[in-house]
């Protein structure tokens, strides 16, 4: 109770009065429930079912909640070493159940896909933030999803990319070469972040509403980044108490947390999607919206939908490049073989590689791959939330858990992958379909588990993709990525070992890297 009492004690001063009354229902219902969940528990178990283990202490009330840490991913590695493939966690009111084994989420997530396709209830995000449950990322798998879904699969299909985004891709990528090198000679070394976000802001605002953001200085740049921060801290855990812990509805009230929300929504969020949608339908060339008004949608679902797509396509990128660039300081050898890979291909033809040249490029492929396997770029994906009750491997998954993927657990999971801890781009030199082929292949045949599974698997891997490798290429095809040196010649190698857990993504810790033009460019 410790935390949750620290939790309240930060409710605005202005209902300093109400704090007793709160602790006083908190601690009753804290007691009502352990007992519940006592006498439910016994109930509950079904004959001849195994029971799905649970590490560590669960706590009266709040369960494992607080048990987590600062570094999640890690806590939940060790716990998976601990107990095993599968186990669950109590989070208040919700169980949580959580896989790191491939085979395991296959038959959860594919085998058992339509009991498993729906997404976790959050106030936020299901009441404001998808309108009650339009657009296509986070709301439950309803006919009306499975539409939006059908949508978005074909505005973002391959053919679609490479018929009209391989140039706004390019372009953004050499951009990003160019201010990388820019800014590390005038700051001696660049925290990448802010660059990265301009250019995955720019890819998916340049694809989706044809329009690009001139600097990070940018006034609009800087208002529709707030309002996507803004966003992602509202679809946070911390915001959604009142849905693990009833007791904090009573908060919410009396914060007027819900009025927030709408009015973010309302007042924030609203006026720039139709604003951005508005200048889409009026800009020259493709954008999604555009290609969105072949299908019947309402002006909200298309608002919702476009925000999902900014959402799922801007933060996954840029975070994705963050590690490639940091893990290309921290391996030098490795970076200098994909250089050498891509000078050789420049040599042969004279020109520089595109994504359809990608099998002359094993060594580039395998190691985008092998950078994503070795620093996911999410902890947990996306949740997935079970229909109903349903058996996997003679465990009972009930109906309404949380069905969550230990991304970090999964991709150093030894029975898949050989040598786990170890930085290894050779290990995808024996498959280099594209990610999306093997996401959508035999389990036993994907490379990384980053995009999710089954009927909610990302729609954008194909594109992801195009942007990781054209923006690898052209980084690599101008400049080496070298640590940042003191006036003593000392090196600061970038820390890869730690994740930031930022929203859904696992970001590294902050780092600065030198960006050095390449004696004989081959970029320009
Ligand atoms: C490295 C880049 C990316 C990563 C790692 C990533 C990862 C993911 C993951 C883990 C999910 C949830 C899958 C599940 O529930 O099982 C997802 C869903 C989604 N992603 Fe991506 N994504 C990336 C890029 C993109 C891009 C470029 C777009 C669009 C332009 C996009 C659009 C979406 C959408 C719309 C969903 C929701 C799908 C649904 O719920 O039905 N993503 N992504």
Not at 14 to 35: D, V
Not at 114 to 139: A, L, M, N
Not at 184 to 194: A, H, N
């Amino acid at each position: 109770m410790e935390k949750v009492n620290s939790f309240i004690n930060s409710v605005p001063q202005r209902f300093e009065r109400e704090k007793s009354t709160i602790l006083s229902i908190a601690a009753a219902t804290a007691l009502l429930y352990t007992a519940y969940k006592i006498v439910n528990k016994s109930s509950k178990k079904t004959l001849g079912l195994k029971e799905i283990p649970s590490p560590g202490f669960s706590f009266p009330y709040v369960g494992h909640m607080f048990s987590l840490g600062s570094s999640p991913g890690k806590r939940i590695a060790q716990w998976h070493k601990e107990v095993g493939h599968i186990f669950k966690l109590d989070m208040g009111i919700q169980t949580w159940i959580l896989i790191d084994d491939p085979l395991l989420a296959h038959k959860v997530f594919v085998t058992h896909g339509v009991g498993s396709s729906d997404r976790p209830h959050s106030t936020f995000v299901y009441e404001y933030y998808s309108c009650k449950g339009k657009g296509v990322g986070f709301c439950p798998a309803t006919k009306q999803w499975k539409v939006a879904r059908g949508a978005v699969q074909n505005i973002i299909a391959p053919k679609v990319v490479d018929a009209h985004y391989l140039e706004p891709i390019k372009t953004e990528a050499i951009a990003l070469a160019e201010r990388f090198i820019k800014y590390s000679r005038l700051e001696s070394g660049v925290d990448p972040t802010k660059h990265l976000h301009l250019n995955s802001m720019n890819l998916i605002f340049k694809v989706g509403f044809g329009k690009v953001f001139s600097s990070v200085e940018d006034p609009d740049f800087i208002s529709i980044s707030a309002m996507i921060k803004k966003t992602a801290s509202l679809a946070g855990m911390t915001h959604d108490l009142s849905n693990f812990l009833p007791i904090f509805t009573v908060v919410d009230y009396c914060t007027g947390a819900r009025a927030t929300m709408k009015n973010f929504i309302e007042k924030e969020r609203d006026p720039i999607y139709k604003r951005l949608i508005k200048e889409a339908l009026e800009s020259d060339g493709a954008n999604f919206v555009k290609a969105l008004q072949e299908f019947d949608f309402d002006e909200e679902n298309q608002l919702v939908l476009m925000s999902d797509l900014v959402n799922g396509g801007s933060d996954t990128v840029s975070v994705t490049l963050g590690w490639i660039f940091a893990i290309m300081c921290y391996y030098p050898l490795a970076q200098k073989k994909a250089a050498d890979e891509i000078d050789a291909f420049v040599y042969q033809y004279k020109r520089h590689p595109e994504f359809a040249d990608r099998d002359e490029l094993p060594y580039c492929v395998s190691m985008l791959k092998e950078c994503m396997r070795f620093r996911p770029t999410t902890s947990f994906a996306i949740p997935h939330s079970a229909r109903d009750d349903f058996v996997v491997d003679g465990y009972l998954i009930p109906k309404g858990a949380t069905l969550v993927t230990s991304m970090e657990s999964m991709h150093q999971n030894p029975e898949v992958y050989a040598e786990p801890l170890r930085f290894y781009p050779e290990r995808f030199l024996n498959n280099l379909k594209t990610m999306d082929a093997a996401a959508k292949g035999k389990s036993e045949g994907r490379d990384h588990f980053n995009f999710g599974w089954g009927r909610r698997m990302c729609p954008g891997i194909y594109m992801a993709e195009v942007e990781l490798f054209t923006t690898f290429i052209h980084v690599i095809l101008r400049c080496t990525i070298e640590p940042v040196r003191d006036i003593d010649g000392k090196e600061y190698v970038p820390n890869i070992e730690n994740a930031v857990l930022s929203g859904l993504t696992s970001l590294p810790a902050p780092h600065k890297l030198n960006f050095i033009e390449r004696i004989q460019s081959l970029g320009k």
